[in-house]
């Protein structure tokens, strides 16, 4: 588990995806691509493909955690419906009940921070990005990795003018610095958001 910023630390799961811990009064996992041997009251899910859900059903039984997604994704998460792409994950997902929905602009605190769910459908169409506008940071899941570098879209429910749209609006949002994913490692660009990057693809 590396630190990242003061209380969020990051991990990579087999697959490649990161998942970020916040470390807070309230203890948070964003995605849930790998097991944490420390405490999750809250499991918010940025979208419900294989390698953001690998690990949700083994975390929530061990934690008794809540788990939050968008209204769109809890069927495929709940049934692994061809949406999650289950059959390219290398272990065997389970199931998992949601116990609350997320939609735009609602706000999540955990104690020093308080994240804002902005809807960013293109991805999947219950993508969402996770924003804490004080600190700046910007958890954007695999709708955007940086500059001109985006997620797909031509997976199940994925949609290029949509994602399109909501790279658009991340761009928006008041910056400050840019963490991304390269090689491996993390390098701050001077960009003006801090910007949590899943999976290993390059910004540039």
Not at 77 to 90: A, F, N, Q, Y
Not at 112 to 140: C, W, Y
Not at 190 to 199: L, M, Q, W
């Amino acid at each position: 588990m590396r630190k990242i910023t003061d209380r969020i630390f990051c991990l990579q799961s087999e697959s490649g995806a990161l998942t970020y811990y916040i470390d807070d009064k309230v203890k948070v996992l964003i995605d849930a691509g790998t097991l944490i041997n420390k405490h999750v009251d809250l499991i918010i899910l940025t979208h419900c493909h294989f390698d953001h859900i690998m690990y949700l059903h083994e975390l929530k039984q061990r934690y008794g955690c809540k788990v939050l997604c968008h209204a769109n994704e809890r069927e495929a998460v709940e049934t692994l419906s061809e949406k999650t792409l289950s059959w390219l994950s290398p272990k065997k997902i389970l199931p998992c009940n949601i116990d609350a929905t997320l939609k735009d602009g609602d706000r999540l605190s955990t104690g020093k921070f308080m994240l804002e769910i902005i809807e960013v459908p293109g991805h999947t169409d219950g993508s969402i990005a996770i924003f804490e506008p004080k600190q700046k940071i910007l958890f954007s899941g695999d709708t955007w990795f940086g500059n001109n570098s985006v997620g797909r879209a031509d997976l199940p429910s994925g949609n290029q003018e949509e994602l399109l749209r909501s790279v658009g609006r991340l761009k928006k949002l008041s910056w400050q610095n840019h963490i991304c994913r390269v090689k491996d490692k993390h390098r701050i660009l001077a960009f003006s958001c801090r910007v949590f990057c899943h999976e290993s693809q390059k910004c540039s």
